[in-house]
């Protein structure tokens, strides 16, 4: 818990930084800059090459998104996670040494604040380390924290859930070999993506809203499984 609350009390020092210290017409000039890298990506990502990719977007891409990781603390957020997946099997939840009515508790409480916390954090934040900080972001930040790590519980939860069930073993199998390949399918993912958005590629960038894009990663999961499959029987 207190890691996961690191992230929170650094924006707000980042926040009460920036109330008290930056210009005040800043906020606007940051903003605008965002948009306009926007829209410039629009312009240049669905045409560009190879190249062009590495040393233009896929640059400025990563210089920002390691400047968010930093300014949202997401180490502290990883280690929570990893202690929290450590102190499960300490008391021995994957070997089905506890009883049901804890899986059944963290399925009610890890889902009902999950959507929850994730709810008011897309309506008031819209990413993880909202830029430049407001009150706002503040509880965007907050709701991100406890919301996110709420409904990875609770995901888990439903698969054990349904796990016991010997009806629905059998179907829940078929998912197997995408977790045991788990890295290959992540690369791949990224490959198909790649080639589908960029401008070496089909040059699809900016083209779908959240439905369509939603629409394609279900699909290009579901391709994965009988790939998976295939991969390890043979």
């Not at 896929?58 to 929570?80: D, E, Q």
Request: glycine share 10%; with cysteine.
């Amino acid at each position: 818990l207190a890691l996961l609350a690191i992230p929170i009390m650094t924006y707000g020092l980042l926040y009460f930084a920036f109330v008290n210290f930056a210009p005040p017409d800043i906020a606007g000039t940051i903003e605008k800059a965002q948009v306009d890298s926007w829209n410039n990506s629009l312009q240049t990502v669905p045409t560009s090459t190879y190249f062009e990719i590495i040393s233009g977007y896929n640059l400025n891409y990563v210089v920002g998104r390691y400047m968010g990781l930093i300014f949202g603390m997401r180490l502290p957020k990883i280690l929570a996670m990893f202690l929290l997946g450590f102190y499960a099997y300490r008391i021995g939840i994957f070997l089905n040494q506890r009883d049901d009515p804890l899986i059944g508790k963290i399925l009610i409480y890890g889902i009902s604040l999950g959507l929850v916390g994730n709810l008011i954090f897309a309506m008031f934040a819209g990413n993880e380390s909202p830029f430049p900080p407001s009150p706002e972001g503040m509880v965007g930040v907050v709701a991100y924290a406890f919301g996110v790590p709420a409904l990875a519980l609770g995901y888990i939860a439903v698969v054990a859930t349904l796990w016991k069930k010997n009806s629905l073993r059998h179907v829940l199998r078929w998912f197997a070999p995408v977790g045991r390949m788990a890295l290959t399918n992540y690369l791949l993912q990224t490959v198909v993506c790649v080639l589908l958005f960029y401008g070496f590629g089909l040059g699809l960038f900016g083209r779908f809203g959240a439905t369509a894009s939603t629409m394609i990663a279900l699909g290009i999961f579901l391709l994965q499984i009988p790939i998976s499959a295939w991969w390890l029987n043979h």
